[in-house]
C-alpha cells in the first residue's frame, strides 16, 4: 500500500485513508489485547487554551478509534501523548521538564510510546532540537499535521519508526472522530488560525491564516451535539469576529452563524471565545441582543489601555475606542458581563502606560481578567525590541494589577447578591459543602448544595454570597427545564 511508506512524511489525511490506519491501529490493538487480556491505555497532557483542549478532545477521540483506552494515570499507560502550547515560555518550560523526566521510565519500559505535538512542535527550531534533545520521543508533530495522527501513530506504533512531522500545508478537517468531556457543555471549532499578527504573539505563526469551515459543517454538528444531550455550546476560534471572511461569499458572517445556531431546537447556550476588538461589529452586538440562546457575556481581551502600548502590539483600536465599546455593548445587551486578557511589561512599557492600564481596569469593571506578564517569543517583532522590561518590575506590576481586579471581582460580584441566576450545573465539588456547581448566562461560576443528579440541569439559583472568583447560592426548588 503507497500510503504506508515509510519514506517522507504520511499523505494528507481524507477520511477514508485515516479510516484505513485507525482499522490497522484497532487490529494491533486487539492482537495485544488477546494475547495479553488487557488493552493499551493512552494518556494525554494539554497545556494551554481551549482550543487546545477541543484539540486534545479530537486526539483521544482518534486515540480511541484506535483501540485504545483512555488512562486516567500517566504511569498505568503504553502511551503518553503531549499536546503542547507556546503562547508563553513556561507552559513550553514545563514540556521540557515533563518530557525529559520520561527518559527513566523509557528505559524501564521499552514498549512505551511517547509523543509531543502541538503549537511548540509547530515551531521548525524548537521540534527539531526537542527531538534532537530527547531520543526516546517516538512522534513529534505539529499542529496542521494533527488530521494524520493516526497515520503518524501508525508509523511510529506498528512499524517501529521514528516519526517526525511539521509540515506546514494548512487545512480545515471534518469528520474527525471527538471524545468530549462528559457534562452538558461542548467546544465546536467554528474557524483556525488568525490573521492579526500582534506583535507580541506566536498565535498566527504556529496555527497559520485563518481558515473557516462551512456554516453547514458547523451546523450539522451542532445539531449533533444536541441529539447527544449537550445543552451548551462554545464556539472556538482565535478571532471568531472575522469568522467567514476567508470563504469569500460561500458561507456567512459571524453575526449570521450565531443567529443560525440560535434557531437550534433543544440547544439552550450558545458563547463563543475569542473576539478582538477591532473587529466587534454592530451586526454582532445586535445578534447578541436578538438571539435568546446567546449568553451574556463576552471575552474581549484588550491587553493594554495605553493607546502607544496598543499601537506597538498592532492591535489597531485606542483605549478610548475599546471603552465607546464597552459602552455599547452593555447598553444592547443589558447584564452583560465583559472578561478580558491583559498583559503587562511589554517592550516599552513605562509605568505611565501601566498606569493607564490600571485606569482601563478601574473604570471598565470586568468580571475577570486573565494576566500575564510579557513573554518574549522569538519570530515576533516585540521580542527583538530594546527596552524588554526586567522581570522584578513585570511581577511587581501584574500583582498590582492582580490586586486591583480582585477588588473589582468582589464589587462587580456583590450585586448579584439576593439575585435568582438561572445555572446550567456542570459537576460537583467537595469543597466548604457548596457540592454543585455552574454557570449563569454571564459566566458566573455559583456553587450551591447539591449532588451528581443534578449536573446537566438548568436551575434557579438565589445568590446568598459574593466572593472574588465566583457566588455561593442555594438552588430555588423548582428547575427552569
Ligand atoms: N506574552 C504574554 N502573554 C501573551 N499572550 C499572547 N502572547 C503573549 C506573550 N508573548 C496572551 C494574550 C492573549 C492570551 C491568549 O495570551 O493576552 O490574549
Ligand atoms: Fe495572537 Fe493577536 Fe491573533 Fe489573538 S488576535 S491569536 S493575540 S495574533
Known amino acids: ?261 440560535n434557531s437550534v431546537e433543544g440547544l439552550e447556550r450558545l458563547r463563543f471565545m475569542t473576539s478582538h476588538p477591532k473587529d466587534l461589529s454592530d451586526g454582532l452586538i445586535s445578534a447578541m441582543a436578538e438571539c435568546e440562546r446567546v449568553c451574556k457575556h463576552i471575552h474581549l481581551p484588550v491587553q493594554s489601555g495605553s493607546d502607544e502600548i496598543l499601537r506597538r502590539m498592532n492591535r489597531h483600536y485606542t483605549a478610548s475606542d475599546y471603552a465607546q465599546l464597552v459602552k455599547k455593548l452593555r447598553a444592547s445587551v443589558p447584564g452583560i458581563e465583559i472578561s478580558t486578557d491583559i498583559i503587562v511589561g511589554f517592550p516599552g512599557e513605562t509605568e505611565e502606560d501601566f498606569e493607564a492600564t490600571l485606569r482601563l481596569v478601574e473604570d471598565v469593571g470586568f468580571c475577570a481578567a486573565y494576566t500575564f506578564m510579557y513573554s518574549p517569543r522569538i519570530g515576533t517583532p516585540a521580542a527583538s525590541w530594546p527596552n524588554q522590561i526586567p522581570d522584578d518590575v513585570k511581577h511587581e506590576r501584574l500583582a498590582r494589577l492582580n490586586a486591583l481586579q480582585a477588588k473589582k471581582c468582589v464589587e462587580n460580584n456583590e450585586k448579584y447578591i439576593g439575585t435568582v441566576q438561572e445555572v446550567l450545573v456542570e459537576g460537583c465539588d467537595e469543597r466548604e459543602g457548596q457540592n454543585a456547581f455552574g454557570k449563569t448566562s454571564a459566566f458566573k461560576m455559583i456553587y450551591f448544595p447539591g449532588d451528581e443528579s443534578l449536573i446537566g440541569k438548568m436551575l434557579k439559583v438565589k445568590v446568598t454570597k459574593a466572593r472574588s472568583n465566583s457566588l455561593l447560592g442555594e438552588a430555588c426548588t423548582e428547575s427552569v427545564k
Open 1 to 261: 500500500m503507497e500510503h504506508l511508506t515509510t519514506e517522507g512524511r504520511a499523505p494528507a489525511a481524507d477520511a477514508k485513508r485515516r479510516q484505513e490506519f485507525l482499522d490497522l491501529l484497532c487490529a494491533w490493538n486487539d492482537a495485544f489485547a488477546a494475547s495479553s487480556g488487557r488493552r493499551r491505555k493512552a494518556f494525554l497532557h494539554t497545556y494551554g487554551c481551549q482550543m487546545n483542549e477541543h484539540d486534545s478532545e479530537t486526539l483521544l477521540g482518534m486515540l480511541l478509534a484506535a483501540g485504545f483506552e483512555e488512562a486516567t494515570d500517566q504511569n498505568e499507560a503504553d502511551l503518553i501523548l503531549f499536546n503542547t502550547c507556546c503562547v508563553r515560555e513556561h507552559a513550553q518550560t514545563r514540556v521540557y521538564g515533563n518530557v525529559g523526566a520520561l527518559a527513566k521510565r523509557k528505559l524501564e519500559q521499552p514498549g512505551l510510546l511517547l509523543g509531543v505535538c502541538g503549537c511548540m512542535m509547530q515551531q521548525k527550531e524548537v521540534s527539531a532540537a526537542l527531538y534532537k534533545r530527547f531520543p526516546f520521543v517516538d512522534l513529534v508533530f505539529g499542529t496542521h499535521a494533527l488530521p494524520d495522527f493516526p497515520a503518524l501513530l501508525y508509523r511510529a506504533a506498528v512499524l517501529g519508526e521514528r516519526v517526525f512531522d511539521g509540515r506546514g500545508e494548512e487545512s480545515v478537517p471534518e469528520g474527525l472522530p471527538i471524545c468530549r468531556k462528559k457534562g452538558a457543555s461542548a467546544f465546536v471549532t467554528i474557524m483556525y488560525g488568525c490573521n492579526n499578527f500582534c506583535s507580541y504573539c506566536i498565535v498566527p505563526y504556529v496555527r497559520g491564516r485563518e481558515r473557516s469551515r462551512a456554516p453547514e459543517d458547523i451546523l450539522k454538528e451542532v445539531k449533533g451535539l444536541v441529539k447527544e444531550g449537550y445543552t451548551e455550546v462554545t464556539l472556538l476560534g482565535q478571532n471568531v469576529n472575522s469568522y467567514g471572511k476567508d470563504r469569500a461569499g460561500n458561507g456567512c458572517t459571524f453575526p449570521e452563524l450565531l443567529r443560525l445556531l
